[in-house]
């Protein structure tokens, strides 16, 4: 996947609560196998035009719902490289960690200061080396996300490539000691 | 101090610990389908990799199949070619298929613990977010996505971060007419759409010894809309019975072994929650949806909340909800009168959900100007509905008898609502446009959507059956 160190360009405010993935990406396109060129059915029922802004303000709960990385691939699609928000459907936040998407945690209160302030026009600069976002003028704001997940951004690893590379022995072990313990999961 | 359901799965599938609580864990088994796998088989295929244990895989469509006319592929072009990868896929790279017009054909929820690949104590995952389902037999069974899937496929093994514990505790006894989808509606409306976000959750107490494992599967496959990846209930003689004799539960010697391995995994006496929410089911009434996120239920006897009553972080969301909606504040949920009736999904298309709802049915007819249908879960479901005379019961009230897929649960076949068209559905979803652009969802109990079908409106069943 493509890295991420950096991105700076307008934000995207969508100040609304619960928007779950069959929003982002409407499931009447699921059928569609490729996972380039989704960017046109981003919100496709809302008919929101992010514009081309690389990072999204959402609100608390964004990407709930179905598992469906297409909402991913979609949103990458229409430019977007980093969403904003009090908290993530798990599953879409995990999707995003696959696909060089940050997402960030922040508490709600700054998130409506980063909304205002997306509204307002001010370009935005997310930095994960610094783990900071800044918006216009405003003193940049720190956010958290565990070290291996920052790593693996940052660098553009693929977690398969990762597991094969360095945990082929471990794996092996454990499923010579679950042949022992579960044999009828071997049979 | 001893170990809850969670960890103790969790920790039995630690192949690597890692930092933070994100551990390296064992996948035992995948359940695969069209939407969340093309992708995957691809990236194995760029690779030049294949799986590291085919046969712990189990493919089938289900998502974008049609209902009717089930011999010819589906009409979309897109849907079948679809469908047609995934067929593919399995044939080059040795994974089990249920073909469309098989015995073993359903959606991949229902037919995972039908086919007995699912079993207590495993891990499971599925590109599918109500993979929490399987979770109802005491395996370890999350929802993930197609990157994912791949991952799975290729190494047997994810990276995840474990979880907070959470008990629901659930006392009492469920009256007549009102069943675990009432259950986990209350539940969520209680707790909110992401009340269980970071939770593994395990159901416990009185009311889920007594539940049967269609019930246990509905709670736990609504977990997710709670925005939990987890929803457990521990294996007891409940599931040993379901599942001894199913095709793919451990025969003979290896199922008394199995059983013994099952009956330790339960929570221990003194094992520590990190929450607990205790729900006296006792007086529980039917329960339906009146917005666009599982939240946002009530009582069947209530009204449609009036957003200038509500807190000021709700009002706004209640707005955008009665708008889509096209619902007034403050109506009574019964004078909500429906176009469609939609009986199926993961979550209620069991054998013992149709049951309920042909009991319903029984003797009466559908409400004139009223489209109704029943989807089976899988072909194994239609055929014993069919044996048990359910199907002809459906037929003579009205409703149309369909063959197995996900349906009008997501609309990604030709199943779908017209843009304004309002469902009575016993699907887990009711967002925006979920089955069909501009549809409108309210979700409820297989039985309170038959007495929804045959009213036309919203409506207690207990008042159609005479009771309560
Ligand atoms: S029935 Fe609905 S929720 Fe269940 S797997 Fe199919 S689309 Fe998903």
Redesign the interface.
Known sequence: MEPFTRVTGPAFSLD???I?T??IY???F????A?EGLGAYAFA?RKLDLGGAPVLVAG??FG??????QA?WALLGAGVRCVIAP?F???FA??CL??GVLPVVLDRETVEGLHRSAQAGNVFTVDLHGCTVQAGEAAPVGFAI???QRQALLNGWD???S??AR?GE??EA??AR?RQ?????W? | MGGTLYDKLWDAHI??P???G?D?L?I?RQLVHE??S??AFR?LGE?G?GLRRPETHLAVAD??VPTRGRDGAPT?P??A??VA?LEANARDFGVRYHALTGEGHGIVHVIGPEQGFT?P??TLVC???HTTTHGAFGALAF??????C??VM????L?Q?RAKTMRVELVGTLPGWVSAKDVALALIARIG??GA??FAVEYAGPAIAAMDMAGRMTLCNMT?EA?S?IGLVAPDDVTFAYLEGRPGT?KGV??D??VR?WKGLASDSDAEFDRIETLDVSALDPHVTWGT?PDQGAPVGEHVPDPALAATGER??IV?ALAYMGLEPGMKLFEIAIDRVFIGSCTNSRIEDLRIAARVATGRTVSPGVRAMVVPGSAATRAQAEAEGLADIFRAAGFEWRDAGCSMC???NDD?LAPGERCASTSN?N????QG??GRTHLMSPASAAAAAITGHIADVRTLMGQG
């Not at chain 1, 699921?30 to 196998?33: D, E, G, R, S, V």
């Not at chain 2, 929802?143 to 994912?148: H, L």
């Not at chain 2, 967002?431 to 979920?434: L, N, T, V, Y």
Request: overall charge negative.
């Open positions: 609304e609560d619960n779950d069959d929003v409407p499931a009447r699921l059928t569609i196998t996972r029922d608390a709960n709930c719902g179905s598992s469906r990385e991913v908290g459907g798990e599953i995990s999707n696959r696909n565990p070290e291996p977690e398969t490539a597991i094969l945990d471990a794996i454990f499923e679950q313990t579960q044999p009828w999961l049979r | 192949v690597r890692g930092e933070n994100e390296l064992y035992d939407v969340s093309p992708q990236a690779a990799r998502h974008a979309d897109v849907a070619a679809q990868e079993l104590g495993i590109g599918d977010s929802g993930i996505g197609a990157s994912e791949g991952t290729a190494s047997q093994c990276v971060k759409a992401d976000r970071g997710i925005g990846r451990p290896d199922w072994k199995a391995h996120s706004d969301r955008r997501v609309a990604m779908r979803r967002f925006e446009g979920r652009q501009g």
